[in-house]
Every structure is written in structure tokens, then in C-alpha cells.
């Protein structure tokens, strides 16, 4: 399978943050791994990611919504202020144990390719890359 360039988690939970990257190291899923504890530091890290990748060569980004600081949705609505090259070069899922009707109601106006619940598998990550990247896990 071929790699994505790279894949930030964006999770306030460390803990979630290295299980997700042990997992993803585990699966060959990316050339590179990258963790932010809010939205403003995945804004920050995404900008710097986003500008080496192309469509071709994506950046995935798994993100929370419950987080102190800049939570998932206000990340999200940042995330709409770079630019359009750097937009199409990333896939947003969102990785998160719950979510309110309010914030679910809100996910087809923001620019969101899916959701995914935690914790994160091997499972659901072969669906992420099949239904986003047209790529799949070798048979075992």
C-alpha cells in the first residue's frame, strides 16, 4: 500500500495520541507522524505539513473535538482560512468518543470527510483509507 505523507492526530489525551501513532507505526500507514494537544497547535503543524502535500501525497488528520483551548469545531473553522491547494491536500475525520446533535448537525457545512469513534482500529482504519484514499491494508 502506498503511504501518506503523513498523519496528525489531534487529541488533548497523550495517551490516545501514542496508542493512535503506535498503531498507525504498526500498519505502515504513513511517512511521517505528528501529534497536537489542541487546535491551535495542529493549526500550526498543519500549516507547515500541508504546504509539502498534494492530493497525491495527502496528510490525514484525526481530529477531537473535546479539547481545552481551541476545541475541534473552532479548529475547523480556522482550517477553512488556508488556502485552497492546502485544503485539498488534507482529509479531516474526526476521531471522537461522543458527540452532541448540536455538533453533529454542524458537520455537513464544515469541511469534514468523515467520523470515526475512538478507540481506533486497525478495522476502521482500513475504511478511512479505502473510502478516502482509495487504498487498503495488504490481505494478512
Known sequence: MKKLSS?????D???????NERLLKDLNVAEQYLSARDG??????????????T????????????MPGMDGMTFLEAYQGLS?????AVVIVLHTASMHSQ??????ELP?????????????????LKLHYQRQFPAS
Do not use: Y
Open 7 to 11: 498523519v496528525l492526530l489531534v487529541d
Open 13 to 19: 489525551d497523550q495517551m490516545t495520541n501514542t496508542l
Open 40 to 53: 491551535a497547535e495542529a493549526l500550526m503543524v498543519l500549516d507547515e505539513i500541508s504546504a509539502s502535500a
Open 55 to 66: 492530493p497525491l501525497s495527502p496528510v490525514l488528520v484525526l481530529l477531537d473535538i473535546k
Open 84 to 88: 485552497q491547494a492546502q485544503q485539498e
Open 103 to 108: 455538533d453533529l448537525n454542524r458537520i455537513d
Open 112 to 128: 469534514v470527510a468523515g467520523l470515526v469513534s475512538k478507540p481506533l482500529t486497525k478495522e476502521k482504519m482500513d475504511t478511512i
